[in-house]
Protein backbone atom coordinates (compact mmCIF):
# COMPACT_ATOMS: atom_id res chain seq x y z
CA UNK A 1 0.00 0.00 0.00
CA UNK A 2 1.31 3.38 -0.92
CA UNK A 3 0.80 6.24 1.61
CA UNK A 4 1.49 9.61 0.61
CA UNK A 5 2.48 12.98 2.25
CA UNK A 6 2.48 16.64 0.65
CA UNK A 7 4.74 19.69 1.77
CA UNK A 8 5.47 22.68 -0.09
CA UNK A 9 2.18 24.68 0.41
CA UNK A 10 1.91 28.42 1.96
CA UNK A 11 1.07 31.89 1.17
CA UNK A 12 2.93 33.52 -1.39
CA UNK A 13 1.20 36.53 -3.70
CA UNK A 14 -0.70 36.49 -6.97
CA UNK A 15 2.40 36.51 -9.33
CA UNK A 16 4.86 34.28 -6.78
CA UNK A 17 5.58 30.35 -7.39
CA UNK A 18 5.69 27.42 -5.00
CA UNK A 19 6.55 24.00 -5.35
CA UNK A 20 4.59 21.52 -3.88
CA UNK A 21 6.29 17.87 -3.19
CA UNK A 22 4.39 14.24 -2.68
CA UNK A 23 6.50 11.67 -1.00
CA UNK A 24 5.50 8.15 -1.13
CA UNK A 25 6.49 5.47 1.08
CA UNK A 26 6.28 1.58 -0.27
CA UNK A 27 7.82 0.16 -3.37
CA UNK A 28 5.51 0.24 -5.75
CA UNK A 29 5.18 4.24 -6.14
CA UNK A 30 7.30 3.82 -9.51
CA UNK A 31 4.47 1.67 -11.12
CA UNK A 32 1.52 4.20 -11.19
CA UNK A 33 0.44 7.28 -12.71
CA UNK A 34 0.24 10.26 -9.65
CA UNK A 35 -2.03 13.28 -9.46
CA UNK A 36 -2.46 16.44 -8.31
CA UNK A 37 -5.69 17.61 -7.38
CA UNK A 38 -7.25 20.84 -5.77
CA UNK A 39 -10.39 21.85 -3.36
CA UNK A 40 -11.40 25.24 -2.31
CA UNK A 41 -13.80 26.09 0.06
CA UNK A 42 -17.37 25.12 -0.87
CA UNK A 43 -16.57 23.87 -4.41
CA UNK A 44 -15.87 20.21 -5.79
CA UNK A 45 -12.39 19.07 -5.78
CA UNK A 46 -10.49 19.83 -9.55
CA UNK A 47 -8.07 18.01 -11.31
CA UNK A 48 -4.96 19.66 -11.22
CA UNK A 49 -2.19 17.43 -13.32
CA UNK A 50 -0.98 14.47 -14.11
CA UNK A 51 2.27 11.98 -14.89
CA UNK A 52 2.85 8.96 -15.99
CA UNK A 53 4.65 6.71 -13.69
CA UNK A 54 7.52 6.74 -16.87
CA UNK A 55 6.93 10.27 -16.75
CA UNK A 56 6.59 10.23 -20.58
CA UNK A 57 2.63 11.82 -20.59
CA UNK A 58 1.60 14.80 -18.40
CA UNK A 59 -1.87 16.12 -18.37
CA UNK A 60 -3.56 19.31 -17.10
CA UNK A 61 -6.74 21.13 -16.26
CA UNK A 62 -7.66 23.87 -18.20
CA UNK A 63 -7.07 26.38 -15.29
CA UNK A 64 -3.53 25.93 -14.90
CA UNK A 65 -1.89 24.98 -17.98
CA UNK A 66 1.08 26.87 -18.93
CA UNK A 67 1.65 27.89 -15.25
CA UNK A 68 1.67 24.57 -13.59
CA UNK A 69 4.53 21.85 -14.52
CA UNK A 70 4.48 18.00 -12.85
CA UNK A 71 7.22 16.22 -12.65
CA UNK A 72 8.88 13.01 -10.51
CA UNK A 73 11.93 11.52 -9.40
CA UNK A 74 10.79 7.74 -8.99
CA UNK A 75 14.44 7.23 -7.51
CA UNK A 76 13.53 9.36 -4.60
CA UNK A 77 9.64 8.36 -4.84
CA UNK A 78 8.81 12.46 -5.42
CA UNK A 79 6.09 13.55 -7.43
CA UNK A 80 6.31 17.40 -7.67
CA UNK A 81 3.98 20.42 -9.14
CA UNK A 82 5.47 23.29 -9.86
CA UNK A 83 3.46 26.30 -9.77
CA UNK A 84 4.29 29.59 -11.46
CA UNK A 85 2.06 32.91 -11.75
CA UNK A 86 -0.18 31.89 -9.32
CA UNK A 87 -3.02 33.88 -9.16
CA UNK A 88 -5.97 34.14 -6.49
CA UNK A 89 -8.11 31.57 -7.81
CA UNK A 90 -5.49 28.79 -7.05
CA UNK A 91 -6.05 28.99 -3.20
CA UNK A 92 -6.98 25.46 -2.52
CA UNK A 93 -5.95 22.19 -0.30
CA UNK A 94 -3.99 20.76 -2.80
CA UNK A 95 -3.91 16.66 -3.00
CA UNK A 96 -1.71 14.47 -4.54
CA UNK A 97 -2.95 10.77 -5.31
CA UNK A 98 -2.18 7.73 -7.25
CA UNK A 99 -4.08 6.18 -9.95
CA UNK A 100 -4.13 2.84 -8.72
CA UNK A 101 -7.24 1.57 -11.06
CA UNK A 102 -8.08 2.21 -14.53
CA UNK A 103 -9.84 5.65 -15.53
CA UNK A 104 -9.26 8.93 -17.50
CA UNK A 105 -6.50 11.05 -15.73
CA UNK A 106 -9.31 13.30 -14.83
CA UNK A 107 -10.85 10.22 -13.19
CA UNK A 108 -11.14 11.02 -9.43
CA UNK A 109 -12.40 7.89 -8.55
CA UNK A 110 -9.45 6.31 -10.30
CA UNK A 111 -7.45 7.43 -7.50
CA UNK A 112 -6.28 5.94 -3.85
CA UNK A 113 -4.69 6.39 -2.10
CA UNK A 114 -5.00 10.24 -1.36
CA UNK A 115 -2.42 12.27 0.86
CA UNK A 116 -3.70 14.58 3.76
CA UNK A 117 -3.37 17.53 1.52
CA UNK A 118 -1.46 20.83 1.80
CA UNK A 119 -3.10 24.66 1.97
CA UNK A 120 -2.04 26.81 -0.47
CA UNK A 121 -2.95 30.31 -0.49
CA UNK A 122 -2.41 33.40 -2.56
CA UNK A 123 -3.27 36.94 -1.53
CA UNK A 124 -4.60 39.45 -4.36
Known amino acids: QVQLVESGGGLVQAGGSLRLSCTASGRTFSRYAMGWFRQAPGKEREFVAR????????NYGDSVKGRFTISRDNAKNTVYLQMNSLKPEDTAVYYC?????????????????WGQGTQVTVSS
Open 51 to 58: ISWRAGIT
Open 97 to 113: AAQTSSGTYYDIGSYDP
